[in-house]
């Protein structure tokens, strides 16, 4: 099996998982794995996948643990782990048992894989804990006979969070555990939140829409000229999704460092004497970061969508007029335009 990049990067030292399934309105119930899962390249392989999907989700939170560890004992559980006190079996088996009664105070339907995962990702200690789901699926067995069977929906983070163990260790952090909520069930979101102690303290996607602002301030102030300006939004979206995609933060002051070589400080003290409330190192939104370099619109019956870097060139906007001229049109579209005109 061929090893990716992105595995050299991370190494597993303990993995599990264990079943949940509640019909709706019916108690939960918890099939626990006694033993962890051995760490083979396929096991790997499927935690670099799952780790790059939460990642990639948009609209994670980020916060810490409810500062009662009696009313929420997963954080002391996972200092007895981390003390050597109970090993990973235990951990999480007591975690999911924990996540089935927060389970049976809500009346949705809930049925998946509960993944724990501890790694090493460029040097971070992490653990991840995630909600995975299943759907049907056909298989061809050795006698070339179809049979059911059930398929892992790898590509579809459902729900989990990601905790930086050093950062937690930490007395001066606060957004040490990344969230991902699910889309179609509060009860669930506010489940999974209860049995981990999770706080809710920093919306991603609010802080990226703040730093776009700030960004688009920035470059107004300094007057750059439309091409300079579109190089700028370039080295800065490039190096936000980098960051996004090793599940780190951007720091303001490396972006001020990328995006400027002569003067590296000159953006990082713009961010500190504007109102806005950015930190210095914020998690960031990965479908927001697209605004760096396109423009997107929609209205009744019409969808734009387009590289920031055409603007001027390929594209000319009249403000006084209201208007868009496009010069050169997709193939596609020109012949679509051209057999109905």
Known sequence: MTVSSEQKQMAVSE???HQIHKPEGAPAQLSPRQTLLTVSDSVETLISKLSAGFNNRSGKLYGGFESDPQEYPFSRWLAGYHQGEIDFVQLT???????RTSLDTIEEAVSGYLLFARM??????????LLLSSSPALVIDEQLELSDSQHLDVGKVQLGCRIDLQQWQSADANQYLALVRSRTGKGVNEAFRQALGATEEVDAKQQTQ????????YCDQEQLPPKQASEVKQKAYEYCQERVDSGERV???ELSCVI?????????NYVGEQEEDL?????ADKRGL??????SGSMKGLSLSFSESLLGDQLLYDADTDTLTIRGLPPTLRKQLARNG
């Open 290 to 295: 697209q605004r760096f370099v396109r423009y």
């Open 251 to 253: 720091q303001m002051r």
């Open 210 to 217: 703040t730093l776009l602002k700030v960004f688009n301030d």
């Open 15 to 17: 993995a599990i998982v």
């Open 260 to 268: 400027d070589t002569t003067d590296p400080d000159k953006f990082y």
């Open 279 to 283: 930190n210095a190192e914020i998690p």
């Open 93 to 99: 088996r007591q975690s999911a048992e924990r996540f």
């Open 120 to 129: 090493e990702v460029l040097g971070a200690d992490q653990l991840l804990v």
